[in-house]
């Protein structure tokens, strides 16, 4: 049965092949694999130092140098995730089934074991590509560097999909059978004295690390630490992955292997042994996905909330689009949403700390509100996609309704715009605050300064957002085909290319929207300046801003035409 | 009310509406039946503004749907198979939304009434992922109906729909009639259209085969028998 099952895989596999490069005929994925094999192509011979004399640097090869702290790091971030999974909420549907692997497996004479088997089977391939993806990335240097990264890391992703899937297998285990007490939190129990015994150990050696002065000297001391007694037999398994893609040597893989199987190995066996009925939950999943097709992805929709505001019955009409996407803002946030961005904030905190050292609070904190500011306003456009991008999925409805393209277009562009550019005020008049040490007899002066460069951020930034949701609601109406409809996500080289291709659109759209803008304001405060002395700061952005937002609106009447006269079939799906 | 003259619809070389003409006036329940990929739901796509017509002219209540696409839609409403609602909306916001979008001042009253009519009464919060799919679909009828349109496109009214829901469906589509709007009803359950409709409208692989009372279309359809599945498979020649 098993081999019927990786049959259906393998066909599986072979027909997706097929299906992507018969779809090379059509411009978009052509073009988007083109663009997306150059990029790929650039990372692995134009950035790699064996290819390009020196040009690029290997991460591969710098990971090598710093083997030693980059093995214990990865195996305590490991020990980490595999304790939060514990403690993190469940995933009542650890085995995912299509809708038509739920019609026909599931009533086949196939045991759940088998079942099980099959699905880890399936996941190895998106694990393969991930893992052909980092190793690319990360630039080998030569073909031993390469599949030595490359399996090692594929053993480590797929030792992990079977251990959460163990986990979630336990937990829904115990759900189902109602177990509390020591079912339900001995692992937990287990996980976390794992990681209190680590810290413990760190803790109590912490006088001697902090006596250290070199980094070399810090790691020798952990590894000592790490080695030995409790902690060393706690990380022992997450160390024995780890060693495996960071081997320096074919000898030091070979010698590293047996020990990364073996991990592998207890976790698969314990996954087999679970006997959870997963099918009805599977079932549902699929039916619910199937329904939607083209939003496999789509988050959880909160339960019903209060509105932004009444909407009143009548008036006009773009102010309706404003409020249902509003509403969709508050009804898709949830803790998955937040977790999202953990990286985003991780990476800011680390930024601001590094400034922190050198300066007051008040000033790392302004520090902080300009990094999130840039972030609103160049990133956040194109992140927040509750306008036209996720409503393309829905044209077929939007279309039949009485309003022109170019009322739906302001609808759909005013939410986002709205949001992010309440986030960017809030971000300004934070930054304003904070920022720099006011000086008492320098009050008055600062502040006036201050206070001009506030209100010239507070009218730029609403026109660079709304510039920008316009080129990226423009792309969406010029090109639907282009963009991944709703919720969806496509992927492959083919989507990567396509990414990369409209990403830069934007960007150059951009700039040519901004600079009329920009000469316009400089040659006024350049007269200003040659009249009176002062170099003016918010006239020219009242300049800037004004004729931003001009463009934006002749530019989405535009399109709105444009709209009216797209035929819904154009846009089909992404995948 | 609804005029559709000399309708083509081609998507890319496959021509999947021909020369399709046909004129539902108020009042009237027009059937319109085929074989699966016939062009019906090409046709009321056409007339409803989600398609673009390749040539010919769809008017609605006097309103060419392409040169005066919103003054045409104000008056129409078109209910697809598939229940196209937001996930992320209550049944109630929805009602809400399709009233602003089709200004219907007092959405409230007429709301009251459709979540009565539709049995919809205590779903008012529900999210569409709360909902089966019949009552999903009605959702979708209900918010078709708020704006109290003069034409009605039906594609497949009854799919996903209990006995009851059926039965509250039809009277629904007679009781609209009744008051004088224009309908068009997409079906391949020929019971449902030999019940309800006051005309049929055949059509096949794009092309009108047959247009009239049920009485007309087993006159012309001479021989084949007096029941619409008879006459249909006939028109169609499908018959063996």
Known sequence: MIATLASLSLWQIKNRIRVRIARLREPRYLVGSIVGIAYLAYFAVLRNPSFSAGRGASAIGNLARAAGPVELGLAATLLVLATLVWLLPANPNPVRFSASEVQFLFPAPITRRQLLQYRLLRAQLGLLFGSVMATVFMRPTSLANGWKFLTGLWLILMTCRIYFTGVSLYRESVRQRGSGGMAKWAPVIVACGAVAIVAAAVAASWPSLNALNSPGEVFEELDRIASGGAVGLILWPFRALTRLPLAATATAYWAALPGALAVLLVNYLWVLKADTAFEENAALVAEKNAARPRARVQPRVRAAATTPFVLAPTGRVETAIVWKNLIMIGRYASLRTLLRLVPAMIGVGVVVSIVGRRSGMAAVAAGACLILLAMTILIGPMLSRNDLRRDLANLAMLKAWPISGATLLRGEILAPGVVLTSMAWLLILGATALVGNLDVRAVAPLILQRLSYMTAALMVAPAVILAELTVLNGLAVLFPAWISTGATRSRGVDALGQRLFTTAGVLITLVVALVPAGIVAALVAAGVYLVTGVVPVILPAAIVACLVIVECIVVIELLGRVLDRTDVSAVSPAE | ?240
């Open chain 2, 1 to 240: 009310m609804i005029d559709v003259a000399h309708l083509t619809k081609n998507y890319g070389d496959f021509t999947a509406v021909n020369d399709f003409s046909f004129h539902v006036a108020a009042g009237e329940i027009v059937g319109l039946i085929g074989p699966n990929g016939a062009g019906k739901t090409s046709t009321l796509r056409s007339i409803a503004g989600i398609h673009a017509p390749t040539s010919g002219a769809i008017t609605i209540d006097g309103h060419d749907i392409v040169s005066s696409p919103v003054a045409a839609k104000q008056r129409l409403a078109f209910i697809a198979d598939e229940p196209q609602l937001f996930e992320y909306l209550t049944v109630t916001e929805h009602l809400r939304l399709i009233a602003r979008i089709y200004q219907v001042a007092d959405m409230a009253s007429r709301a009251a009434v459709l979540l009565g009519e539709l049995e919809l009464s205590g779903k008012e919060h529900a999210l569409p992922g709360e909902l089966s799919r019949g009552m999903k679909q009605k959702v979708a009828i209900a918010c078709a109906l708020i704006h109290d349109p003069k034409a009605l496109l039906f594609d497949e009214p009854l799919t996903g729909l209990d006995p009851l829901g059926i039965r509250k469906m039809k009277q629904t589509i007679l009781a609209r009639g009744r008051s004088g709007a224009a309908i068009v009803v997409s079906s391949h359950l020929l019971h449902l259209v030999e019940e309800i409709c006051t005309r049929i409208v055949i059509i096949d692989r794009g092309t009108k085969v047959g247009d009239g009372t049920l009485a007309e279309l087993s006159a012309q359809a001479a021989g084949a028998g007096s029941s619409l599945e008879q006459i249909f498979l006939a028109v169609t020649n499908r018959e063996s």
